[in-house]
């Protein structure tokens, strides 16, 4: 690799186990295995020398790529565009099923359309974050890269003998390069499999490679399928409903916030985290997503997911961590990879996740909201469930009235944040709620009680009158975009004018041309240095307050600005710099997630004003 390509120049494809990212120049560089939270085997994107890749890329020509999906899959498509021809590269990976392997498949092939040209093949893993020397042991039908603690099987796709007939090829302790002419109409490609210890690879059949292809496009049309959404921004609800998919560990349900880890919220900052991990959060707004999608299933496995982490915590001295492993296990050490120089120089590069054992009040609300959600969908929880849920509100009703380290996850010390107190009155009222609706054993009259309580410490010590706002935390006078949820959990009425009074302020202090920042760093230290950008998240939400709030021809059109940042792919990262690129983990649930939300609900304000 010669440099680092921009964030939002990839795609993702995945088994539903672990995913790739591959650029606009046929570049695989960032692939885990054998889960999402593994140690990479490509990680050129956090070090282009020490990282690894593997590139499949035009040689001696200049030449222009463009990426797409074959549509109502997650089949990526890079086209080659040269005056000498078209090529077309086709990178997927066949769908790994809901039983935990070191198994993984990804498909590389490549076909001339128009023309000829002469492609480059380079192959150059890196395991365990570059730290695990390997062997190459080349047999007959193909390659072994093994390390000691995972191995990489390349074989040949032998379409007319083409990318497997030895034109040019260099092996050497760092991988694998080949060089190889393809005409009009020929076309070549390469299989790749992760394991302990795989069998001696084997040629693959253009039949074969053909049947892999047809059962993963297969599979995403017929996913995609028992969607419901019919409405106006179709096209981007459906790719972002198959990127959080892409995104779900199959085996438990657990949806991740991100495929990567270490990519900066600013070049050059320290703000890079390590996101393959399930937040209770992210994954409690993906209950209200696919449900408005349809996808009950997803949505069940999901709360399974949840009660799961409650009943493993026991009598623990808190009933939720707020983040996990895709398995469950709760164990985030964080540690740096100081061999790593990080994104364009941004370092240091984080793997685990120190955050994991904050408080953070507001997944409780979260988490309770979600049930709610789900319950009027037909989704009731158990007698265990239900058990476990009084269980956790009992729980916050001794702990809620105290500091916590909040949404944002800053490392800058506890404080009363609004939102936390916001999302603990959302834990309350929903579980009065549905111990209400279906009779279910709890103590009402105390969770009653206490969310009251919330409910007037908010509206005295939350609002000042000199600000006329909402604000961040008790006793300051920075605003936080996290508030925008407000009017959407029923707390406020949209045209109270505390609230109306509070948007205005965030129009002129938080939004930049429809872009929307999380809160004022400088005004608000968070125990981090440097700065961020606009949180893509927080621009979705501000649609859709002003939405609730009456000002639809405002939210349909910085709704539609917000389309114009997406990739080419219609992938969105965590946030949005100044000059437009894409920045932080890439792509993001949150961004994704609260892209589908917003768009159901203007559609139906949208339809109800028609």
């Known amino acids: 690799m010669d440099s680092y390509p921009a964030v939002e120049a990839h795609g993702l494809i995945g088994d539903l186990q672990t995913a790739a990212l591959v650029s606009m120049d046929g570049t695989i560089d960032w692939f ?10 490509f990680g050129g994107l956090l070090d282009r020398h020490r990282g690894g890749y593997f590139q499949i890329v035009p040689d001696g020509v200049d030449y ?25 590269l086709v990178d997927f990976m066949p769908v790994a099923g809901d039983q935990p392997t070191d198994r993984h498949r990804l498909v590389r092939l490549l ?63 760092d991988g694998l390069c080949l060089i190889a002419t393809l005409h009009e109409g020929e076309a070549g490609g390469i299989h790749l499999e992760t394991g302990e210890s795989p069998d001696p690879p084997g040629a693959y059949s253009p039949g074969e490679a053909r049947e892999l292809l047809e059962e993963t496009r297969n599979f995403w049309r017929r996913w995609l399928g028992r969607s419901r959404y019919t409405g106006r921004w179709r096209e981007m609800v459906e790719r972002s409903a198959m990127t959080l998919k892409l995104m779900t ?61 409650v009943r493993d915590a026991g009598e623990s001295d808190r009933p939720l961590q707020i983040m996990y492993r895709v398995d469950g296990s709760p164990d985030l050490a964080e540690e740096l990879l100081d061999h790593f120089e990080g994104y364009r120089g941004s370092a240091p590069v984080r793997v685990g996740n120190g955050a994991a054992n904050q408080l953070q009040l507001d997944i409780y609300g979260e988490a309770l909201n979600a049930l709610h959600v789900a319950d009027g969908q037909g989704l009731q929880p158990g007698h265990e469930g239900w058990r476990n849920t009084a269980r956790l509100v009992d729980w916050l009703c001794d702990n809620w009235d105290q500091p916590e380290d909040g949404i944002w996850e800053t490392r800058g010390g506890r404080h009363d944040f609004t939102y936390g107190r916001l999302m603990s009155w959302v834990a309350l009222d929903r579980a009065v709620r549905l111990a209400h609706r279906h009779g279910r054993p709890g103590d009402t009259n105390r969770w009653t009680a206490v969310r009251d309580d919330i409910y007037h410490q908010i509206m005295a010590r939350g609002f000042r009158p000199g600000r006329q706002a909402f604000v961040q935390h008790y006793g300051t006078e920075v605003l936080d975009a996290a508030l925008l949820a407000m009017p959407a959990v029923g707390f ?4 109270d004018p505390m609230w109306q009074s509070t948007l205005r302020a965030m129009d002129a202090e938080l939004v930049s041309d429809s872009l929307v920042y999380r809160y004022n760093p400088e005004a608000a230290p968070d125990g981090l240095v440097g700065s961020e950008s606009t949180f893509t998240m927080c621009t979705f939400w501000y649609v859709q307050a002003l939405a609730e709030s009456g000002r639809l021809d405002d939210a349909r059109l910085t709704l539609e600005k917000m389309f114009t940042y997406a990739s080419p792919l219609g992938l969105y990262s965590e946030e949005i710099a100044a000059s437009g690129e894409q920045t932080g983990n890439f792509p993001q649930a949150f961004s994704h997630l609260s892209l589908i939300g917003t768009a159901v609900n203007l559609d139906r304000l949208l339809d109800s004003h028609a």
């Open 32 to 41: 885990c295995a054998p889960r999402f939270d593994s140690p990479s085997i």
């Open 64 to 88: 222009v790529s463009k990426q797409l999906y074959l549509p109502g899959t997650a089949i990526l498509i890079t086209r080659f565009m040269s005056a000498d021809g078209v090529g077309e």
């Open 111 to 173: 076909r001339m359309v128009r023309g000829s040209m002469r492609f480059r093949l380079d192959c150059r893993p890196r395991f365990n974050y570059g730290r695990d020397p390997y062997q190459l042991e080349v047999h007959p039908n193909g390659s072994i890269l093994r390390s000691s603690t995972l191995s990489l099987a390349l074989s040949p796709i032998r379409y007319a003998e083409r990318l497997s007939e030895e034109h040019e090829r260099q092996r050497s302790e």
């Open 249 to 309: 560990y199959a085996p438990t349900g657990a949806l991740i916030a991100a495929p990567t880890a270490g990519l900066p919220e600013h070049v050059g900052g320290v703000r890079n985290w390590d996101y393959r991990y399930t937040w209770i959060r992210d994954a409690s707004f993906s209950v209200h997503s696919l449900l408005c999608l349809g996808f009950k299933d997803e949505a069940m496995q999901y709360m399974r997911w949840v009660n799961d982490r």
């Open 492 to 495: 406020v009425s949209p045209t």
